[in-house]
């Protein structure tokens, strides 16, 4: 099993442009998150989705959308990129009785 | 709100030793609290979680942490600490409001020494 697969692992933005980081898992989990963490910050939820077709906001939504089309995909969009967006971003999946599996982030920087 | 602190930036130990990396939390009703280890450009590992039972929890790679109700702690623990062990680790609470999304402390960086 793959687990949680994020991409790119790396991307460096132009202020004003806009990018998908892509976040897909193979466990047919229901569950899926989005965070980003800054130094010193911990984790910060962005967006959650509890099942295919359901989204809703975390803590810090603002200036990020997301969709969840299938049970695999959950897609964090960028629609004008913003130097307080450079952050790293982790997507993560939960199943039944299982503790929440993490991809290993995608690391971006906004100039 | 559901939340965990990590009083600590930083802890440092000597390989052999001892170590504790502290976290406390506040939540309303029953915790579902968890320990997360994150190696350096990787994402973050399981090492343990406390649910309900026994106070003292193990988990991956030799660690251990100890619920306590009365001083609403969850500290992580390891008799024998390892170089290896140097990491981030993070702290965290389910939160039955956000589709079961966990509230992360700030992270606690372990760096043990030879």
């Known amino acids: 099993n793959a687990g949680v697969t994020q991409t790119p692992k790396f991307r460096i933005l132009k202020i004003g442009q806009s990018m998908t980081l892509q976040c897909t898992q193979d466990?047919?989990?229901?569950?899926m998150y989005w965070y980003r963490q800054d130094p010193g910050m911990g984790l910060k939820l962005i967006y959650y989705s509890v099942g295919a077709g359901i989204t809703d906001k975390g803590e810090v939504p603002n200036g990020y959308n997301v969709s969840r089309s299938t049970t695999e995909d959950f897609p964090l969009r960028l629609e004008l990129a913003a130097p307080s967006q450079t952050s790293v971003y982790f997507c993560?999946?939960?199943?039944?009785?299982?503790?929440?599996?993490f991809g290993d982030g995608t690391r971006l920087s906004i100039l | 709100a559901q939340s965990v602190a990590q009083p600590e930036d930083q802890v440092n130990v000597a390989e052999g030793n001892p170590l504790t990396v502290k976290c406390t939390y506040s939540?309303?009703?029953?915790?579902?609290l968890f320990w997360y280890v994150q190696y350096p450009n990787r994402g973050l590992q399981f090492l343990l979680k406390?649910?309900?039972?026994?106070?003292l929890v193990k988990g991956s790679y030799g660690f251990e942490a100890e619920f306590n109700k009365s001083q609403t702690s969850f500290h992580l623990k390891k008799p024998s600490a390892l170089v290896s062990d140097s990491a981030l680790y993070f702290c965290?609470?389910?939160?039955?409001?956000?589709?079961?999304?966990?509230?992360f402390g700030k992270g606690t960086s372990l760096l043990v020494t030879p």
């Open positions: 939540v309303s009703g029953n915790p579902y």
């Open positions: 965290a609470v389910r939160d039955s409001n956000s589709g079961y999304a966990l509230n």
């Open positions: 466990m047919n989990h229901n569950y």
């Open positions: 406390y649910i309900t039972g026994d106070n």
């Open positions: 993560a999946s939960l199943g039944s009785n299982q503790p929440q599996h």
